[in-house]
Structures are given as structure tokens and as C-alpha cells.
């Protein structure tokens, strides 16, 4: 996991610049920097309020669908 983060991590930013064409590349990555500061600013400000109001059940919930999804991820 670490190594596909070091991988991924700086492509990022470099992607979208190499599959928009010339014309659209200046708008696209103005796109790009909006909408990751949106969700960054949603992932700030807006989870951790709505983790406090979940239950003990849907934390349980939660915790099996990611060790199941990790355990077909691995196999």
C-alpha cells in the first residue's frame, strides 16, 4: 500500500494536464483544483460530524464491509 501511494500520489496532479488537450487544459485543471478543494473541505469539515452521529451498529457494519473487501483484495 505504501508503494501505491508513493506511485499514485503525484499523478494526481499530473493526469488530468496529460489527457486534456491544449485548448482545455488551462480550464481542466482550474476544474480539478476546485473540485479537490471542495472535497477536501467537505472531507474536513463534514465527516467527522457525521462519524459522531453513527451508531455502534453502523461502525460495525462499516468495520466488516472493509475487512471483507480487504480480504478478497488479497486473495
Not at 467527522?48 to 453513527?54: I, S, T
Given at each position: 500500500m505504501v508503494f501505491f501511494s508513493f506511485g499514485w500520489t503525484p499523478l494526481q496532479a499530473l493526469y488530468p494536464a496529460e489527457v486534456l488537450a491544449y485548448e482545455n487544459r488551462?480550464?481542466?485543471?482550474?476544474?480539478?483544483?476546485?473540485?479537490?478543494?471542495?472535497?477536501?473541505?467537505?472531507?474536513?469539515?463534514?465527516?467527522?460530524?457525521?462519524?459522531?452521529?453513527?451508531?455502534?451498529?453502523?461502525?460495525?457494519?462499516?468495520?466488516r464491509s472493509v475487512d471483507i473487501e480487504l480480504t478478497f483484495q488479497h486473495t
Open positions: 488551462a480550464k481542466g485543471l482550474a476544474l480539478q483544483g476546485w473540485v479537490t478543494s471542495a472535497v477536501s473541505c467537505i472531507n474536513t469539515f463534514g465527516l467527522p460530524p457525521a462519524l459522531a452521529d453513527l451508531n455502534w451498529k453502523s461502525k460495525y457494519k462499516m468495520s
